[in-house]
């Protein structure tokens, strides 16, 4: 055996694992989990890796020299968190799923809600920082906030949210 193809193998292994790679994680309609390298409306961004070997951790924190810092009242300055649903938080049959954004600071008029359900649009009142989903069939869902200033265009998105609904099986126990 050669010892020269092992590490043939290992340096083509770490070359790739060098660059930078971005994974998207989505579900659809029908509550299937796709992944997948291109972003998609909805879809969660849950890898990224690469490497810099020059960056140390003094220094990777700190703004880049040049980069404009979020201007007050911008969305980027603000914080959103959708805070209900918990994340990987499971709802059993006929349950209502609270939904609530916590944004600060507060949104001034010019500001707009829109909420992503798996994706789509969910059809709410631009201002609607809570409201409940209900009637929803089994399956994983996710939940994405975006805040958009109607002046300036600018926005700003909450992290993802996953959450499941669970409906007991006709077979179970329970139903006999």
Do not use: C
């Not at 649903?85 to 059993?92: G, I, L, V, Y």
């Not at 089994?138 to 949210?161: H, K």
Request: glycine share 4%; no cysteine; hydrophobic share 35%.
């Amino acid at each position: 055996m050669h010892l020269r193809k092992p590490w043939l193998l290992v340096s083509v292994l770490v070359a790739f694992a060098v660059q930078a790679a971005v994974i998207y994680k989505w579900t659809d309609a029908d509550g299937v989990v796709h992944y997948s390298d291109q972003a998609v409306p909805g879809a969660e961004k849950i890898a990224t890796s690469s490497i810099n070997r020059s960056a140390s951790p003094s220094t990777s924190s700190r703004p880049v020299a040049g980069a404009n810092p979020a201007k007050p009242g911008s969305p980027a300055s603000y914080q959103l968190t959708i805070t209900s649903p918990a994340n990987e938080q499971t709802f059993f049959n006929d349950d209502v799923a609270p939904v609530h954004l916590d944004v600060q600071p507060a949104l001034k008029p010019s500001h707009a809600i829109t909420w992503h359900l798996n994706g789509k649009p969910l059809d709410q009142p631009p201002t609607a920082v809570s409201f409940s989903l209900q009637g929803l069939e089994r399956g994983t869902y996710v939940l994405t906030a975006t805040m958009v200033d109607q002046e300036t265009g600018d926005s700003q998105n909450s992290q993802s949210v996953t959450f499941y609904f669970r409906q007991p099986s006709a077979l179970s126990p329970q139903h006999r």
